[in-house]
């Protein structure tokens, strides 16, 4: 990806237009941000060798372009609002913009695109997808100060990425899932505090990314390759789903700690009923990760013998294994950490 100028180019733009919307001070700013985000990461998904992504270039274009328009129209209405002594009810309008953000970011029950455009992607701009894009729609959100809506966009976003990924068999899908799972815990994290969600988003990042780039790196889109891959190499296996329980938030692993945040944030604000929810999914969604790495494990798969030479270069081998020991023993290095200083 980084050897062809151009898409140096749209990667550098794209980070400009987050960047313009994280600093704008004004709405017309942001909407022009987002804008500027979106047609940056459009050439960056088209890939010639791939006859899904054209359709999903254009999938994200005509939502992108619907929730942008929404935007500007509810931004314009403001305006008049403000300037105009026009009768329009406030809330109705952030309600506008809300719903609007929260199509951008893929959360439910506006998701509906994001499992289809993941699934044309490859996994470097399905990580983009997951984490880059993400930043802008959220930052906005947290200028809204509409917890109602908020509230049962968490809610469902947690249930739709908790039931929607019990079935996928594609790993891209179920990654998008557990992407608007994750998206829930942070709206709801967003609710409480700036500081929170982005710690929270800090740690999916990178969790995320240690996925995807495993997944880049021997090319895997389904779990029947996850299976039986791997069969020379048990322990790159097991890392691998050692990770795969971290994303889900297992207790042990570094997963766990952003969500240990959030849970005792929520508990301080007496937002029970908001938690009880969140964890049943969180519950569901690591049923499917356990079932994953048990049928991976347990069961006996035929081996191919031209499969075997699976070649990562010793970079990528060391940068995996730090970050898979990040993603192991983080929660414990960092209560070490806390308690030495």
Not at 136 to 156: F, R, T
Not at 222 to 238: V, Y
């Amino acid at each position: 990806m980084f050897n062809n100028s151009s898409k140096i180019l749209f990667i550098t733009m794209m980070i400009i237009g987050t960047l313009i919307t994280v600093t704008s001070n004004s709405w017309l700013g942001a909407w022009m941000g987002l804008e500027i985000n979106l047609l940056s990461f459009i050439p960056l998904m088209s890939d010639n060798n791939n006859f899904k992504s054209t359709e999903a270039s254009l999938k994200y274009f005509l939502t992108q372009a619907l929730a942008s328009t929404v935007l500007l129209f509810a931004v314009i209405l403001l305006m008049l609002k403000n300037n105009l002594n026009s009768e329009i009810n406030e809330s109705f309008i952030s309600m506008i913009m809300l719903s609007t953000l929260l199509l951008k970011s893929g959360a439910a029950p506006f998701h509906f695109w994001f499992p289809n455009l993941m699934e044309g992607l490859t996994w470097m701009n399905a990580l983009m997808l997951m984490t880059w894009q993400k930043i802008a729609p959220l930052m906005l959100i947290s200028y809204l100060n509409l917890k109602n809506l908020l509230m049962i966009s968490v809610i469902l976003s947690v249930i739709v990425g908790a039931i929607g990924g019990l079935n996928q068999t594609s790993l891209r899908k179920l990654m998008a899932f557990s992407s608007i799972n994750h998206l829930g815990w942070m709206l709801s994290a967003l609710t409480i505090s700036e500081s929170i969600w982005m710690i929270y988003f800090l740690f999916y990042s990178f969790l995320s990314f240690v996925l995807t780039f495993m997944f880049n790196i021997f090319k895997l889109f389904h779990l029947n390759q996850l299976f039986s891959w791997f069969l020379q190499n048990k322990i790159l296996k097991f890392t691998l789903f050692m990770n795969f329980l971290s994303l889900g938030g297992l207790p042990p692993f570094l997963g766990f700690l952003p969500k240990w945040i959030v849970i005792q944030q929520l508990t301080f604000c007496n937002q029970y009923f908001q938690l009880m929810i969140l964890l049943m999914s969180t519950l569901i969604t690591l049923f499917f990760y356990l079932r994953i790495c048990y049928s991976a494990f347990m069961l006996n798969y035929s081996e191919n013998n031209w499969a075997m030479n699976s070649h990562i270069n010793n970079f990528n081998m060391n940068l995996y294994t730090i970050m898979t020991f990040l993603s192991i023993f983080g929660l414990f290095l960092i209560s070490l950490f806390y308690f030495m200083f």
